[in-house]
């Protein structure tokens, strides 16, 4: 069974529906697998992402749980990543070209990568709950030991795990990690993110 998701935060009330109601929870229901065709339709959702130049400087290992390539991706995770993200039905490593590969290949505009694989991760994340899946971002693993098991070129970037699956039941898992899902979500306030008529002055 799906656990109930919190209300939505003050000030989200209005955002569209998939937006609205994301969080990122940290209790995955361990039995929940994703189809093939379901993490097809994540990649795609990063896949036609925009990006600068249409440079599209991403990559993605998929990882699904059970799947080796999961086994080898779990033993790198912080430990306070490592009980919760192995619960969840796939990870899926976001990675970033920061550079030109030896045959001269590369995009022609690097310094924006990290933004474009933010906006794609986004777009994965988003897809996710439109299929009422959750997901969780999270940078807590050895980036090195990582690129290093799955041979990621030296000008690529190892950023972030997202994991994607099904809310499960806080009471089924570990205290730690449901009582992580009790806390306030907080955000700073608008006027002190959105400027008008100088850095600092309010927009509205
Ligand atoms: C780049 C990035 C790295 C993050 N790293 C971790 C992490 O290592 N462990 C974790 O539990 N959450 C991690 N998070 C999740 C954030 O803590 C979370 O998004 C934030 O607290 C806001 O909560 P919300 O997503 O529920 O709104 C990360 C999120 C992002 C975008």
């Known amino acids: 069974m799906t656990a109930a998701k919190p209300a939505p935060q003050p000030g989200a009330e209005d955002l569209t529906e998939n937006l609205r109601d994301r969080w990122s929870v940290s209790v995955f229901d361990p039995d929940h697998e994703l189809a093939d065709a379901e993490i097809r339709l994540l990649v795609e959702a990063a896949r036609w ?15 699904p749980r059970g799947s080796a390539a999961h086994s080898t991706f779990v033993p790198h995770l912080s430990r306070g990543n490592s009980g919760w993200v192995p619960r969840a039905s796939a990870v899926f490593v ?23 694989l933010g906006q794609a991760a986004a777009h994965l994340t988003v897809q996710a709950a439109s299929l009422g899946l959750s997901s969780h971002q999270f940078a807590g693993f050895d980036h090195d030991a990582v690129a290093a098991a799955f041979g990621v070129p030296d000008w690529w970037k190892v950023m972030t795990g997202i994991a994607v699956g099904l809310h499960g039941d806080p009471a089924q898992a570990d205290p730690r990690d449901a009582e992580r899902e009790e806390r306030e979500r907080v955000r700073r306030p608008l006027e002190e ?3 008008g008529d100088k850095w600092g002055t309010p927009w509205s």
């Open 49 to 63: 992402a925009p990006s600068a130049g249409n440079s599209q400087p991403w990559s993605f290992l998929v990882l």
């Open 193 to 195: 993110i959105a400027f």
């Open 94 to 116: 976001a990675i970033a070209q920061v550079g030109v590969g030896p045959d001269g290949n590369g995009p022609k505009w690097s310094d924006y990568s990290h933004y474009d």
